[in-house]
């Protein structure tokens, strides 16, 4: 990601600029020798706020603790951030329903974490034959699901399998 360049103290060279104290208080338009000479005073740098703006606008402030801060925010910002993958949970034709509950469980925890979930039906040998058996499964669990789900693609074939994914619903 490009960091936004900031000009601070002997990088600023356009006078007059408009100065801010480190208070956000507006100390008004001033030379840029004045602005420096009251920043060294105060033990504190001149950084370019607005440099597009004319004047341009310098706050008072300490640069160190500034960047010290904003680095802290960025890296709670990305903590916090959750990236949604897509679980796979796959199903047979003829699923006997303990087994059809384990599963189900599964792809339940899945939805809850906030990830999407693909379900996909393989068939085997003959099964291919009888698609609408596979589609009646994935139906039921869609139903199951509804609760914690909605559908983002409906089932549809892929070769020997057939597939749909489901979106967490929002609380």
């Known amino acids: 990601m490009a960091e936004k360049r900031v000009r601070v103290n002997e990088q600023i060279r356009i006078s007059p600029i408009r100065l801010i104290d480190e208070g956000g208080g507006q100390i008004g338009i001033v030379s840029l ?4 000479t009251r920043a060294a005073q105060r033990g504190l740098d001149l950084v370019e706020v607005a440099p597009d703006s004319r004047p341009p606008v310098v706050r008072m402030m300490d640069y160190g603790k500034y960047k010290y801060k904003a680095a802290r925010a960025a890296r709670e910002a990305r903590r916090k951030q959750h990236t949604v993958q897509i679980k ?21 925890r899945f939805l809850q974490e906030g990830n999407k979930v693909k379900l996909t039906m393989m068939f085997r040998g003959r099964q291919v034959t009888h698609p609408e058996l596979g589609r009646e499964v994935l139906l039921r669990l869609t139903e199951d699901l509804s609760e914690w789900a909605k559908v983002e693609q409906y089932p549809n074939f892929e070769g020997r399998q057939m597939s749909m994914i489901l979106t967490p619903v929002k609380n």
């Open 33 to 36: 020798d004045d602005a420096r």
């Open 88 to 108: 796979e949970v796959k199903f047979r034709p003829g699923i006997e329903d303990h087994d059809y509950e384990f599963k189900l469980r599964h792809a339940r």
